[in-house]
C-alpha cells in the first residue's frame, strides 16, 4: 500500500507510507525514514526513487533513519541500495540510523563498504546510533555553517 499525505513540491513537508515503511521530507534537506517489519525489494526500490524525484537536481541531503521495529533487509532489498543512482540524483550528505541491532549494523556497514569499492560513496558519512536525538544532533553538526569541531 502506497499513501501520500501532501503533493511533494521543493522544500516542502511531505510524507509517504510505502508497504510498512514511512518516508517523511523534512525541509531544508532531511529524509526520515521509519523502517519496520521487512524491508522488501519494491519497498526499497520506491523509497529510493522517491528521494531520487524529490532530491532531483538538488545540492544533497541528509536521512535520519529509524531501525527500532526494522526486523530484517530481504537479500533484494539490501541490492537495491548498491544500483547505480540516476545522473541528476542529489549526493546524500549523511545518513545517521539509530535503533538498530548489531545484525542490521552489520549488513548496513557492509553495504557502505560495497559502495567504498565501487567507487560511490567512499566520503558518504553513516554512523549509528542509540537515540534520535543523538543521530539528529550527529546531521545538524554536519550541515553547512555548521561547527567544524562538532562533526567528529
Known amino acids: 500500500m502506497t499513501r501520500s499525505t501532501r503533493h511533494p513540491e521543493r522544500g516542502a513537508p511531505y510524507e ?30 520506491e523509497i529510493l526513487d522517491e528521494i531520487h524525484r524529490l532530491t532531483r537536481g538538488g545540492e544533497g541531503y541528509f536521512e535520519l533513519v529509524d531501525m527500532r521495529r ?8 539490501r541490492r537495491v541500495g548498491i544500483e547505480p543512482h540516476p545522473p541528476d ?9 539509530y535503533g538498530a541491532g548489531f545484525h542490521l549494523r552489520l549488513i548496513s556497514s557492509a553495504i557502505q563498504r560495497v559502495l567504498s569499492l565501487m567507487g560511490r560513496g567512499g ?6 546510533f542509540d537515540t534520535r536525538e543523538e543521530a539528529q544532533a550527529w546531521i545538524d553538526a ?6 567544524p569541531e562538532a562533526r567528529r
Open 16 to 45: 509517504r507510507t510505502i508497504g510498512a515503511q514511512h518516508l517523511r521530507f523534512a525541509p531544508p534537506d532531511l529524509f526520515v525514514l521509519t523502517l519496520a517489519e521487512d524491508l522488501t525489494k519494491p519497498e526499497a526500490r
Open 70 to 77: 526494522l526486523r530484517s533487509l530481504q537479500p533484494e532489498a
Open 89 to 97: 540524483a542529489a549526493p546524500m550528505l549523511g545518513a545517521a540510523v
Open 123 to 128: 566520503t558518504l558519512p553513516m554512523a549509528f
Open 142 to 147: 554536519r550541515r553547512p555553517g555548521a561547527n
